[in-house]
């Protein structure tokens, strides 16, 4: 199994429609990520959490939200989907950032 | 503020030919920067860090960088490349405040051609 697991893998949504993508991990880490990648804007941060009580927004947190279930589950939100949230979804994991983090395989979303 | 530059968008080199891929970074402090390889469909791999001490730094898949603070620059080389290092390579810097921010580049699209 992965180390860092996102579903669903692609998903295709209606404008104005709720939609939520789930990330899992068995790294232990504490700290777990959203990011965005769009091409040629590389990733930008959406969520960043330190532990499950900590939840801190990142650069483009407007129109997401998040949810950490558990140490290992954090899911991301579309409270209602836009078509320029057509992008690549990345979940990421560390145990603090200087030694790296570790990616699941991405969502690809397109809102249409 | 920190931030990554990665030059090149795109670059191509033939199989067998050497590479490398430019980053500029701009922080206050001694940085603690990162490459990353993204494979198509993938998420992104951990190439190589850099801390501190030796200033050319060895990763996985041949790849090395070197760290050079006059030039803030942190570019990746690999002696030969193969087909199947064709990918997306992204460069970042990290703070060292108690978030650790993570700034990446925009990456650099690498073609191998036979």
């Known amino acids: 199994d992965a180390d860092v697991t996102q579903t669903p893998r692609n998903r295709i949504t209606k404008t104005g429609k709720r939609i939520m993508l789930e990330c899992s991990q068995t790294k232990g880490h504490d700290r777990m990520y959203w990011y965005r990648q769009d091409p040629g804007l590389g990733l930008r941060l959406i969520y960043y959490?330190?532990?499950?009580?900590?939840?801190n927004k990142g650069e483009i947190s407007d129109g997401y939200s998040v949810s950490r279930q558990a140490q290992a589950k954090f899911s991301l939100s579309l409270e209602s989907a836009i078509p320029n949230q057509t992008a690549l979804y990345f979940c990421?994991?560390?145990?603090?950032?200087?030694?790296?983090?570790?990616f699941g395989s991405g969502t690809r979303l397109t809102v249409v | 503020a920190q931030s990554v530059t990665q030059p090149d968008i795109h670059i191509t080199v033939s199989e067998g030919a050497s590479l490398e891929l430019r980053c500029n970074y701009s922080?206050?402090?001694?940085?603690?920067l990162f490459w990353y390889v993204q494979s198509p469909g993938q998420g992104l791999q951990l190439l190589l860090k850099?801390?501190?001490?030796?200033?050319l730094v060895q990763g996985i898949k041949g790849f090395e960088a070197e760290f050079k603070r006059s030039q803030s620059s942190f570019n990746l080389r690999k002696p030969s490349v193969h087909w199947s290092d064709a990918a997306e390579y992204f460069c970042a810097v990290v703070g060292s405040g108690g978030y650790q921010k993570v700034t990446f580049g925009t990456g650099t699209k690498l073609q191998v051609i036979p």
């Open positions: 959490s330190f532990d499950v009580k900590d939840i």
């Open positions: 922080y206050g402090a001694t940085p603690y």
């Open positions: 990421a994991t560390s145990d603090e950032g200087r030694r790296g983090y570790t």
């Open positions: 850099y801390f501190s001490g030796d200033t």
